[in-house]
């Protein structure tokens, strides 16, 4: 009883310390020694596993900590919530195409400068297979994230701060969780960054 209201009392808190402790503990496990300078070849072959780390970091705090706090009915309301889509399919489209579209976007008027920023999608001659892959890992990535991202801590951190500033913390707290994955993921294809 006294760890329940704990937990409910530090929700964000812990949320944000077990998302991190979950995927940030889980690379390095992942990648193994030394792992934090990989090869090109070798971030081919761990993607995956750096992958799923990133993906159970939020999904499993969020669970747990939904579990711990409001019981089963909180998981059934979970779920509940994302089965009842409260937006009209014109904004969620937006939502789901605009990155891809902005990364094109900059991708092409990057490779004005070096042919190396030309995106695959355009370069590749197997584009469906990397349409195929993209759009897999970003849905992927964003039911898994978003159990626990959106949830279970956004709602929450709306209730005690408000729609700005919890979008605020979110947000940064966010950009830094996926600081470490981004850094493995870029160091070994730019392999400049180490001698």
Same mark, same amino acid.
């Given at each position: 009883m006294v760890l329940r209201r704990l937990v409910q009392r530090y929700a964000e808190i812990i949320y944000f310390a077990l998302a991190f402790v979950i995927a940030w503990g889980g690379i390095p496990l992942a990648i193994g020694p030394g792992g934090?300078? $990989?090869?090109?070849?070798? @971030?081919m072959s761990l993607g995956l596993l750096v992958f799923l780390a990133m993906l159970l970091g939020p999904?499993?705090?969020?669970?747990?900590?939904?579990? &711990?706090?409001?019981?089963?009915?909180g998981i059934q309301a979970l779920w509940e919530r994302w *089965?009842?889509? *409260? /937006? $009209?399919?014109?904004?969620?489209?937006? =939502?789901?195409l605009l990155a891809p579209l902005l990364l094109l976007i900059v991708g092409a008027l990057l490779s004005t400068l070096s042919s190396a920023f030309i995106p695959r999608l355009i370069a590749d001659s197997d584009r &469906?297979?990397?349409?195929? /892959?993209?759009? &897999?890992?970003?849905?992927? =990535?964003?039911? /898994? @994230? @978003?159990i626990g991202w959106t949830g /279970?801590?956004? $709602? *929450?951190?709306? &209730? *005690?701060?408000?729609?700005?500033? =919890?979008?605020?913390?979110?947000?940064?707290v966010w950009g830094i969780w996926h600081l470490l994955a981004d850094y493995w993921g870029n160091a070994g294809a730019f392999g400049t960054l180490y001698p």
């Open positions: 934090l300078s $990989p090869s090109v070849s070798r @971030e999904s499993v705090a969020g669970l747990l900590l939904t579990l &711990t706090i409001d019981g089963k009915g *089965r009842h889509w *409260r /937006f $009209p399919f014109g904004w969620v489209a937006i =939502a789901l &469906t297979t990397i349409l195929i /892959f993209g759009l &897999t890992v970003g849905l992927l =990535a964003g039911f /898994f @994230e @978003e /279970f801590v956004l $709602p *929450r951190l709306i &209730t *005690r701060n408000g729609m700005l500033k =919890a979008g605020l913390i979110l947000g940064g």
